[in-house]
């Protein structure tokens, strides 16, 4: 059963930072993209990076994150990361990795197959 479950969000100040992971099981990360999106209530899924080729390692950013988040991945714990640092109260959101990406544009959330249940950043002011 693919499974994608997210962790490390929370309550941290305007400037402060968290890493958030996403833990994969019942298939092995290192072959798929992999992506971080981003919901606020009564908006739509905004893509926020991803690791759209596994193999050759390139990152794409959200113009609003840009010099801030950091997406990796650690293959031997089937895990991916997004560092996020110098947050702002606009991040606040609810964050959701997602797995395989299908076609289409990467910052469109139904390019892509698997998702986690989301964790919630909270950035005060």
């Known amino acids: 059963q693919v499974q994608l479950v997210e962790s490390g969000g929370g309550l941290v100040h305007t400037g402060g930072s968290l890493r958030l992971s996403c833990a994969a099981s019942?298939?092995?990360?290192?072959?798929?993209?992999i992506a971080w999106f981003r919901q606020a209530p009564g908006k739509d899924r905004e893509g926020v990076s991803c690791?759209?080729?596994?193999?050759?390692?390139?990152?794409y950013y959200a113009d609003s994150v840009k010099g801030r988040f950091t997406i990796s991945r650690d293959n031997a714990k089937n895990t991916v990361y997004l560092q996020m640092n110098s947050l702002k109260p606009e991040d606040t959101d609810v964050y959701y990795c997602?797995?395989?990406?299908?076609?289409?544009?990467?910052?469109?959330?139904?390019?892509?197959?698997?998702w986690g249940q989301g964790t919630q950043v909270t950035v005060s002011s």
């Open positions: 690791m759209l080729n596994p193999r050759d390692g390139s990152t």
């Open positions: 019942g298939f092995t990360l290192e072959y798929y993209g």
């Open positions: 997602a797995a395989q990406w299908l076609a289409g544009s990467w910052y469109r959330s139904p390019s892509w197959n698997y």
